[in-house]
């Protein structure tokens, strides 16, 4: 199985991702993990890449595809893999094409999440976390039993800078911009599957495991 999956932040898709990957036997890969384990061993593109970090740039494209080929040619994948968070632009799909091409291979599947930009804001502004414990908190699916206070040992919760509502939006805004295109690229290509993101992981899950039969690649 080789699946990129897409959606924007709040989507869940990092621990559906993480569901999928163990139940079809793959590995996760997320573009976060391989940042940080090729910054880890040291490899020639992640003193690259770091270079970058350092500077405040952006790591350039060709970078991150490398990073991406190089984790793909580990042996754990080759029986597939669950790709989350790339390709995130337009450049990185074109580069990722081009990759796997010569490598022999090609795209698999390409499935987004979908969830209104409404909801993913309130998703992500009503997350909580106590500071002392790391319970997790949100104000409307899991609220605490006394607002603003962690259940467990009593500490006033927090919103992480993230989660707040204006970092929210424009995480959402670069989103859009930059990665919503990338979806009408894969279904130009007639490998892209859109799937109903609301609702409870197990929910959505279902409907991608859905998506996939029907896919039958
Ligand atoms: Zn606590």
Not at 77 to 100: C, H, K, N, S, W
Not at 118 to 136: D, M, Q
Not at 147 to 165: F, I, K, N, P
């Amino acid at each position: 199985m080789n699946l990129v999956l897409f959606g924007p932040p709040g989507a869940g898709k990092g621990t559906q991702a993480k569901v999928l990957a163990e139940r079809h036997g793959v590995p996760h890969i997320s573009t976060g993990d391989i940042f940080r384990a090729a910054l880890r061993q040291g490899t020639p593109l992640g003193l690259d890449a770091k270079r970058f970090m350092d500077a405040g740039q952006l790591v350039p494209d060709a970078v991150v595809c490398g990073m991406v080929r190089e984790r793909l040619r580990e042996r754990d994948a080759e029986r597939g893999y669950v790709l989350d968070g790339f390709p995130r632009t337009i450049a990185q799909a074109v580069a990722f094409d081009e990759m796997l091409s010569a490598d022999g291979s090609s795209i698999g599947k390409v499935i987004s999440v979908e969830v209104a930009d409404e909801e993913l804001v309130r998703r992500l502004t009503g997350r909580r976390s106590c500071p002392v414990c790391g319970a997790a908190y949100h104000v409307e699916s899991a609220p605490p039993k006394v607002a603003g206070a962690c259940d467990a040992c009593g500490s006033a919760l927090v919103q992480r800078e993230d989660d707040s509502e204006g970092v929210v939006r424009k995480r959402l805004e670069v989103y859009n911009a930059q990665t919503r295109p990338v979806a009408a690229y894969y279904q130009d290509r007639g490998v892209l599957q859109r799937i109903d993101g609301s609702g409870s992981i197990p929910d959505v899950l279902d409907r991608i495991e859905k998506a996939l039969e029907d896919g039958g690649r």
